[in-house]
């Protein structure tokens, strides 16, 4: 028996949309038809969030409901009205990834299960400048809505007075957004380190409210989530539906309309009228492009009172004055651990008498082998002391497949030349062939924006 499909026609082209009625939102009874044509109606204003910027495919294959999967790297089958670019990844990996104009264009994604979008802060035709600084508010638990509208108040003030103009919106799940277009002469590590500087004087301007602290058992209020400025972060764009049970839309906001907003009245029923009816609150927003240089002068400032850099996320390559990346319960447990049985972890697991750390793993083996390559270049030194048998490649079983880790052992490597064990590639997925429904319960989830 034949699909069933439905055929809409924007841009001037005709996309189809393969099983128009199966249920994307169960409890709001919204169809995947019901995504594609609130983004056919919608389109001027998701279009100026993502117009032109690369972006990664988050997949609901069977709805809202449903786990998603990141797909970085385009279809191998697509149209030739399908545009892509070449991104390269904080681990030295390379991808294509899918470009975006115009709205048949982003129908053809949301076709392929996309609910929501998440483009990079960069265009096509200049991948290492952002144009988009992007403050994140995460709502720690317990946190109210109303301290988040404050907050975000409070960040429109800083950003006021390094002369710079944010625009907010509601994330479509807890919390808020807020962007800043700027100049594209910047890179993605003076970019974030503006935010974390703009973070931290929020902090401390409200220490009640607000916190720039990575780590979840010191934060409290609203995290101001810098990190989602390091290189190869997401973000979901304005006018994206998110996966919510009531289909809850990002929409933008006009600065007096924060007070007092509800992220509830903004769904996929709700906002096409919106937009018809007041136009898009960020339709300005690429008019006038501001300049990062006042608060990476706020950021030298505060370097110079004693704050060095924040930590990165875990797959980032250390950074020379970054603080230590582990946990402080880690800290403690470890600690502890190690003072009463020097062999065994603080999760109770015998440690290793021999130092062995694990540089790669991927799918094939002969991207392991890559990734290998790519460890012994950024530690020269530790690699030149190793030895054949200090190599150790091991071919390990997952539930749908098979996938392989390279370890080294640092035996022959003088104490002070050995490196610390490092995350795995942000673009690494031993599953990222596998197809999504024989995955299993045991593939690598991938953290989601807020």
Avoid at 39 to 66: F, H, M, Q, T, W
Avoid at 86 to 104: C, K, M, N, Q, Y
Avoid at 302 to 324: C, N, R, V
Wanted: proline fraction near 8%; aromatic fraction near 6%.
């Amino acid at each position: 028996m034949a699909k069933s499909q439905a055929v809409l026609e924007v841009a001037g082209r005709e996309v189809t949309i393969t099983n128009p009625d199966k249920v994307f939102f169960p409890q709001a009874g919204h169809t995947k038809l019901d995504l594609a044509k609130y983004y056919a109606a919608v389109a001027e204003g998701a279009l100026r969030g993502i117009s032109a910027r690369p972006i990664v495919l988050k997949r609901y294959v069977n709805g809202a409901e449903s786990e998603p999967f990141f797909q970085k790297r385009a279809p191998e089958q697509h149209p030739d009205w399908i545009e892509t670019v070449e991104l390269s990844f904080p681990s030295g990996r390379t991808a294509r990834e899918i470009i975006v104009r115009d709205a048949a264009q982003l129908l053809w994604i949301v076709n392929l299960g996309c609910i929501d979008l998440n483009p990079h802060p960069v265009r096509a035709d200049d991948l290492e400048h952002p144009d988009e600084l992007r403050v994140d508010l995460d709502p720690g638990p317990g946190t109210a809505w109303d301290d988040i509208r404050r907050v975000a108040l409070i960040v429109r003030d800083v950003l006021t007075e390094h002369q710079l103009r944010g625009w907010p919106k509601t994330s479509g799940s807890r919390g808020m957004h807020v962007y800043v277009r700027i100049e594209r002469r910047w890179s993605f590590d003076q970019v974030r380190r503006a935010t974390l500087a703009l973070a931290r004087e929020v902090e401390r301007r409200a220490p009640e409210l607000a916190t720039s602290k990575w780590w979840k058992e010191e934060r409290h209020g609203v995290f101001l989530d810098y990190n989602q400025n390091a290189k190869d972060r997401t973000v979901a764009s304005a006018w994206s539906v998110r996966a919510t049970p009531d289909a809850r839309v990002s929409m933008p906001l006009e600065w007096d309309e924060v007070a007092g907003c509800d992220p509830a009245t903004f769904t996929l029923v709700t906002a096409p009228a919106r937009l018809a009816e007041r136009g898009d609150a960020a339709a300005a927003i690429d008019a006038a492009p501001g300049s990062l240089d006042r608060l990476l002068s706020l950021s030298a400032a505060q370097e110079a009172a004693g704050l060095g850099d924040a930590p990165w996320p875990p797959h980032y390559k250390k950074q020379s004055d970054e603080p230590p990346r582990v946990a402080p319960s880690r800290r403690k447990s470890a600690h502890a651990a190690d003072s009463a049985n020097p062999t065994k972890t603080g999760s109770g697991r015998r440690r290793s008498t021999q130092p062995l750390i694990t540089v790669a793993k991927a799918r094939h083996k002969e991207d392991a082998l890559a990734g290998l390559e790519r460890w012994k270049a950024r530690h020269p030194a530790a690699a030149a002391h190793l030895q054949v048998d200090d190599v150790l490649v091991d071919s390990m079983r997952g539930r749908s497949s098979t996938w392989t880790r390279i370890r080294v052992n640092l035996r022959n490597v003088p104490e002070n030349e050995r490196v610390a064990e490092e995350a795995p590639d942000p673009d690494y997925d031993p599953w990222r062939d596998v197809d999504p429904a024989r995955r299993g319960s045991r593939a690598p989830k991938t953290r989601s924006s807020s």
